[in-house]
């Protein structure tokens, strides 16, 4: 008979600390981020702005209408 008795028995005292393998208050490791991304109406240049603010105009084309469509209807400029 060899019966090896580990002597104090630390594993129970560790098990308690083990419960917490189910992880109540684990962090996400990845975070979702949102990005704006504008497109120029005009060309269709896609870009990340740096800043909150608008941007004056298109980085490409310079056009300062590149966050308009094209209004196809015509009527509102047939008035003017
Ligand atoms: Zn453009």
Redesign the pocket.
Known sequence: MSIVYKGIPYNNMMKDDNTNERGEEETMPTELIQVKRHT??????KWIPRSEEMPV???????PY?NRPKKSSGNENANQ
């Open positions: 120029c109406y005009r060309c269709g240049y105009g298109c980085p490409r084309c310079k056009s590149w």
